[in-house]
């Protein structure tokens, strides 16, 4: 028993897998688990797709990785974000595979792996327009030539990430960075590299775009059930490809104190919203420190016995109040649904990001990871 918890599908995230699987035949899935997976839990979500038979894992850091890799010693283990040159060792030593996208990083890899006489394993990353992360291509063939130079590494990957993909309106600019990013894969081959995953896919792309799929793809978002917007999820159902994506997270807590207000009665910081009429109010245990946005006051809805509760007034810290004078029968300690279903009703990780203008990214990957996550089967 939790006051406010996170509570994982399992079914739901196994069948994410298997849908999504279906839809990139072919290439190696590998399960996108950077941000805490997605504010679901990084150790319980890889577990469950370890036993759906998942055995690719991408992470933002290196911690994370090696958390992944004393769990799963076998799995394909891939850094898509930075990591610093005095942790490379420790990397290399657990098999962990880095992204490199310069001179410095490729000659560091080599160094290291030298001084332990092992193999690195690189994925380079390719800027094809996003401007993020990534070697120019201008660039691409010098480093290419020092990775041929080096003895110990082993080009595993190359990846480029799309900027503009969920925008399926102008679908021109992704297909411009496909292009360039298939120049660079024939640039590693013409300097003799074929390199094993060849990697482009996100969400977006695996559901949309079949021919970006390469030999492995990188599921984040949807993976967790949730469409990377609103478009992608219009344009399936228009093309009519069956793809029944089921929200993983659930997000609940309980109610800590019930009382009765006479009209007028100013609710939470600042006096911001005042009873229009006389109401029961439930006090929640869970505020912006656990990752209830406080864009959320006086806009907000939770659950409560089948009835959609609007939050009244400022979201705090760790509480917020919420109007449960249309629910007939509310109890102490009841549970309230920040994120699910109750009853005829949902509350959306999209739709809390519509309220916060922010993308449902953002709501779900901010929800505190100390919280706890119960795995429901
Ligand atoms: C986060 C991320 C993904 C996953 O994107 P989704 O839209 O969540 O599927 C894939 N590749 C890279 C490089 C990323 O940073």
Not at 144 to 170: C, W
Request: neutral net charge; charged residues 20%; glycine residues 6%.
């Amino acid at each position: 028993m939790h006051r406010t918890w996170v509570e994982l599908d399992e079914q739901a995230l196994i069948s994410n897998i298997k849908t999504l699987r279906a839809l990139s035949e072919g290439a190696r899935f590998c399960a996108v688990v950077k941000a805490n997976a997605y504010g679901h839990g990084m150790k319980e979500v890889a577990q469950i797709a370890s036993r759906a038979g998942v055995s690719a894992f991408a992470v933002d850091e290196l911690d994370d990785a090696l958390e992944l890799r004393a769990l799963f010693p076998s799995a394909l283990i891939v850094v898509i974000g930075y990591v610093m040159f005095h942790r490379f060792a420790e990397a290399i030593r657990e098999n962990i595979e880095l992204t490199v996208y310069d001179r410095e990083g490729v000659l560091h890899a080599e160094t290291i792996a030298a001084s332990t006489a092992s193999a690195a394993r690189i994925h380079v990353k390719v800027e094809t327009g996003t401007s993020r992360q990534g070697v120019l291509m201008d660039d691409l063939d010098d480093l290419l030539l020092e990775i041929g130079r080096s003895k110990h590494l082993v080009l595993s990957g190359l990846s480029t990430h799309f900027a503009n993909i969920e925008d399926t309106a102008n679908p021109e600019y992704a297909s411009l960075q496909f292009s360039r990013f298939t120049e660079a894969v024939a640039a590693a081959t013409r300097h003799g590299f074929s390199p094993e995953f060849i990697h482009c896919a996100c969400s977006a792309a695996i559901l949309l775009f079949p021919d970006t799929h390469g030999t492995l793809v990188r599921a984040g978002i949807s993976l967790y059930g949730l469409w990377p917007t609103p478009m992608i999820e219009e344009l399936i159902r228009k093309q009519n490809i069956s793809c029944d994506l089921r929200p993983v997270l659930r997000w609940k807590t309980r109610i800590a104190q019930i009382k009765s207000l006479p009209t007028g009665t100013p609710i939470s910081y600042g006096l911001t919203e005042r009873l229009k009429q006389r109401s029961r109010i439930a006090v929640l245990p869970v505020g912006y420190w656990d990752g209830y946005d406080r864009r959320l006051s006086s806009v907000g809805e939770v659950l409560v016995g089948g009835h959609r509760c609007k939050v009244m007034g400022r979201v705090c810290m760790n509480m917020i109040m919420a109007d449960i004078s249309a629910v007939p029968k509310v109890e102490k300690e009841q549970v309230a649904t920040l994120i699910g279903v109750d009853g005829r009703h949902e509350v959306t990780a999209a739709e809390l990001a519509r309220k916060c203008q922010t993308i449902p990214y953002e709501i779900i990957a901010r929800i505190n990871p100390l919280l706890p996550r119960v795995i429901v089967g």
